[in-house]
C-alpha cells in the first residue's frame, strides 16, 4: 500500500513523496505500530479552499469520503480521495494548499502523532 508524504524541503517549500508501507506477517498482515496522541475527524464544506499553511503537528490524514486537492510550495498538485492516506510532515517553511475536490464535502480523520 502506497501513501503520500508531504515534508518541509532544504528550501523551505513543501514537496511530495510517495512511500510505501511495510508490512509483516504476524497475526495477519500488519504495519509495525507507531505511537499516536488521539484522533480528529473533520467535515470541510464544498468550497472549501485553505491558503499556505503547515499542520500544528505531524499526523497522518485519513479520507474516508469525498476528497481534497493538496498543492505545494513546488507547485506540484496531488488529489487524495477516500481511501488515500497522507502523511503531513510539513510542520515548517510556507505549506500546502488544501482545496475540496469535486464541489462536494470531505470527512477525514486526523491521527496526530507521538
Known amino acids: 500500500m502506497k501513501i503520500v508524504r508531504i515534508y518541509t524541503g532544504a528550501d523551505g517549500e513543501s514537496h511530495f513523496?510517495?512511500?510505501t508501507l511495510s508490512f509483516s506477517e504476524r497475526e495477519g498482515t500488519r504495519t509495525k505500530e507507531q505511537a499516536a496522541k488521539g484522533v480528529q475527524f473533520r467535515l470541510v464544506k464544498s468550497g472549501y479552499a485553505r491558503d499556505f499553511h503547515t499542520p500544528a503537528q505531524r499526523q497522518y490524514v485519513?479520507?474516508?469520503r469525498g476528497g481534497v486537492e493538496i498543492e505545494v510550495g513546488d507547485g506540484s498538485k496531488r488529489q487524495m480521495r477516500?481511501?488515500?492516506?497522507?502523511?503531513?510532515?510539513d510542520t515548517t517553511g510556507r505549506g500546502h494548499i488544501s482545496r475540496a475536490l469535486d464541489g462536494k464535502e470531505c470527512f477525514s480523520a486526523f491521527v496526530p502523532l507521538a
Open 82 to 89: 477516500a481511501g488515500d492516506v497522507l502523511l503531513a510532515e
Open 17 to 19: 513523496e510517495d512511500l
Open 62 to 64: 485519513c479520507y474516508l
